[in-house]
């Protein structure tokens, strides 16, 4: 089994696909983000870059002879998050299967909106039609999402789990329209925090710095410029409550919360690669470690101290209190 947490961003543009010679360095795809935690996929969002991720896995599965399982989490329910997912190659594997989870009122929520966004009115195939095996479900901000040798389940609590577990943990943000759900994705010691579609607040997102603490990787929307957030960017109206941030507000959050590195993330897409590029580097003057984050950037994260632990630590402990997802 790999040792690395890795980061693969697909899709890091916001509200909707960009192709064209103007961004073509950072990419124009919608929001999706692969974790691989050693042989385990975990994909953030349904954006359109979950299109090319989606045909990588079928190759994957193929050379490696092994049916696909995959957790996809959604962060929201909002377009550029969901428009790929009907286009998903592995979805209609019939040996693949998905766990699938995001927020919603009800259980079922989460499934009767990706049925909705593939009617017969709007999708020539139905959600049902795809072949693979699907678990699709709303789960709660309390519940932990765990995935360890013996499969993915929600839990709620970590207690009595150890570092060879995934352990997933929710935070769900009212700073974008509906709310949105943050993840922050731990294994083997290391942490990746995705908090994409949400906006600052004047003295920095308390609970969101609380829940992003010492991080390895804080994935935040940087979407607007601050002319473009104040309205006076010519031409743009203010965008102040849209539910986006901007870089300062990024850099904000990640250094009151001591991560490791910041990926800017949800490029606005009427801007360019040369504007991403000027605020990368205002990101850069602000946190040091900041990068805008384009399709193809790939961040490993490794723990050699962490391995010798890992080796002299006894066998896993049994799960408590866990509730096992229904398969449609
Ligand atoms: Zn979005
Ligand atoms: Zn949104």
Redesign the pocket.
């Known amino acids: 089994m790999s040792d690395e947490l890795r980061v693969r961003f697909w899709g890091v543009r ?2 909707y696909p960009t192709p064209g010679a103007g961004t073509v360095k950072y990419g124009g795809n ?2 999706s983000v692969e974790i691989r935690a050693g042989e385990r996929t975990i994909i953030l969002d349904a954006g359109t870059g979950i299109i090319p991720l989606g045909r990588e896995l079928a190759r994957r599965a193929s050379v490696q002879k092994r049916p696909l399982e995959v957790l996809l989490l959604f962060s929201h329910l ?1 377009h ?2 969901t428009q790929g997912f009907p286009f998903f190659v592995p979805a209609y594997m019939p040996n693949a299967r998905l766990h699938i989870f995001g927020p919603g009122g009800t259980p079922e929520t989460l499934s009767s909106v990706l049925e909705r966004n593939q009617s017969t009115e709007t999708f020539p195939l139905g959600l049902r039609e795809m072949a693979s095996s699907k678990d699709i479900q709303s789960v709660r901000e309390s519940q932990i999402i765990v995935w360890d040798e013996s499969g993915i389940c929600l839990a709620e609590s970590a207690a009595g789990l150890n570092d060879e577990a995934v352990i997933i943990r929710i935070h769900k943000s009212y700073a974008h329209p509906g709310g949105v759900y943050i993840y922050r994705v731990t294994w083997r010691g290391k942490s990746i925090v995705y908090a ?2 949400t906006e600052g607040y004047v003295g920095t997102d308390r609970k969101l710095v609380q829940f992003a603490k010492d991080a390895d990787v804080l994935i935040h929307d940087a979407q607007y410029s601050e002319e473009h957030y104040r309205g006076q960017l010519v031409g743009f109206p203010s965008t102040q409550g849209y539910g986006h941030s901007t870089v300062t507000m990024a850099c904000e959050v990640a250094a009151a919360s001591e991560v490791g590195q910041l990926i800017l993330f ?1 490029h606005d897409p009427s801007y360019s690669d040369e504007m991403v590029t000027g605020m990368e580097a205002t990101a850069k003057s602000l946190f040091t470690d900041s990068v805008a984050a384009y399709e193809g950037l790939e961040i490993v994260l490794r723990d050699e101290k962490k391995m010798t632990e890992r080796l002299q630590s006894p066998s896993p402990r049994p799960l408590s209190q866990r509730e096992k997802g229904q398969w449609k």
């Open positions: 916001g509200s919608t929001a909002h550029d998050h994409t579609d949800h």
